[in-house]
């Protein structure tokens, strides 16, 4: 298990990279474990891209493509990165501006 | 004597919001909407085998959701929003939405946050919905009001007695 002082570490690096607006780390039940946006932004990012998750990892196994290591979706506003870790139990979400 | 007001429930309103609510997390098997004394106004499940007595897991959701409010009032921590109550084999969520709780019941993996986000989101329109269905209003004094000649008319009748 990542440790807290860690995870603030990467978080911080994250969050003052160009064009990144928002850091969600949540875990797999869609359950909001660190953020730096509003609490209702946050839970709507945490269930709503555990859930996309959720249905990523049925494809991938479904089609036997090995794991899920990353899903990216890009917007008219930006990007959205979404980096799932299965053991863990977490999934990184970094939303970014467009350049 | 009391009679339906102007606005009209839609009879289908409450299924269609249920059926939405159940096909948001494919672990979610069973959604009921009760009032706070306990009583189904409406159920949906994924699955019509799945062997549950409604009104009693309905009544049973109320009966803690409200037991919950109480601790809350009592304690002046705002007003309730979810109870989640987690087993090793199932959870069961109730919510509040107006004069009602929604209650869902879903299996162990399930998104909890999204379960969440659901309730909160469609128990806006549940509680819209409830407001029509149990908007009642008495009638009016000139409707109830009785005339003179009945007033007369019952008065004789005591003399009589």
């Known amino acids: 298990m990542i440790s807290q002082e860690k995870l603030q570490k990467i978080l911080s690096n994250l969050k003052a990279q160009e064009g990144v607006r928002g850091v969600v780390v949540t875990n797999m039940d869609g359950l909001p474990l660190s953020s730096d946006l509003d609490p209702e932004t946050t839970e709507n990012v945490a269930a709503i891209i555990t859930s996309l998750v959720g249905k990523a990892l049925d494809a991938v196994r479904e089609l036997r493509e090995g794991s899920l290591s990353f899903l990216t979706l890009d917007t008219t506003k930006g990007q959205i990165n979404i980096a799932p870790d299965v053991n863990e139990g977490l999934i990184l979400v970094v939303l970014k501006n467009n350049e | 004597m009391k009679r339906c007001s102007g606005i009209m429930s839609d009879p289908k309103a409450f299924d269609r919001i249920l059926t939405e609510i159940i096909r948001q997390d494919k672990g979610v098997k069973k959604v009921i909407l009760v009032d706070k004394t306990g009583l189904t106004i409406a159920n949906v499940s994924k699955?019509?085998?799945?062997?549950?007595?409604?009104?009693?897991?309905?009544?049973?959701?109320s009966a803690v959701f409200c037991a919950s409010e109480e601790q809350g009032k009592n304690l002046q921590i705002g007003e309730l929003e979810i109870v989640p109550s987690e087993f090793a084999e199932g959870k069961i969520f109730a919510s509040a939405c107006g004069k009602g709780v929604l209650c869902v019941v879903s299996e162990a993996e399930v998104n909890i946050g999204l379960i969440r986000l659901v309730m909160k989101k469609q128990g806006v329109q549940l509680a819209d919905e409830l407001d029509k269905f149990l908007a009642v209003e008495p009638l009016s004094p000139k409707e109830s009001e009785l005339d003179e000649e009945d007033l007369k008319s019952a008065l004789a009748e005591l003399e009589r007695v």
């Open chain 2, 47 to 61: 699955l019509s085998y799945y062997p549950v007595d409604v009104d009693s897991i309905g009544a049973i959701a």
